[in-house]
């Protein structure tokens, strides 16, 4: 599905063909492909916004806001459940190193290490920076996290 740079949405249909295999700076790849129906309102070299569909692949895509960027690396958090110290009920979480992938409409693939049951696991989808900082506070302060 692809949108021309005056319409708010896609809402025509294309098959691609050839992918370039660089990005520009200005986040654009060259693309070639055939439209479904012709539109005498396009010509080679146009830019336009697309969707593509990829042979329905199915991947783990969490919003983008449980991705967290930190020394060159990507994590997710995950939380493991709830642990008492005295009378303090405190919620543990375990920072994955994951890799980060396509970005489409506020989602992120993400790909996680073996041994991750993703139907089982409790992934943070919002606060994870919070998380973080939290963290980093408590390894400065010598404390829990």
Known sequence: MY???NEAEAR????????GKEI??????????HMEEEDKDLVPGM?????????????????????????GNNYIFLFTGDEKE???????FRMVPVERGTEEGGYVQVALPAGI?????NFVT???????AKMRNAEEEGGHH
Not at 12 to 19: G, K, M, P, R, S
Not at 86 to 92: D, L, Y
Not at 126 to 132: D, E, F
């Open 47 to 71: 830019y336009v916004q697309a969707r593509v569909a990829l042979n329905g692949q199915e991947v783990l895509a969490l919003p983008q806001t449980a991705v967290v960027h930190d020394n």
């Open 24 to 33: 520009s700076p200005e986040r654009t790849v060259q693309v070639h492909a």
């Open 126 to 132: 919002k606060g994870a920076y919070s998380l973080l």
């Open 12 to 19: 025509h249909e294309a098959t691609v063909y050839l992918i």
């Open 117 to 121: 049951d993703t139907a089982a696991a």
């Open 3 to 5: 949108s021309l740079p």
């Open 86 to 92: 005295g009378q303090t009920v405190m919620k543990r």
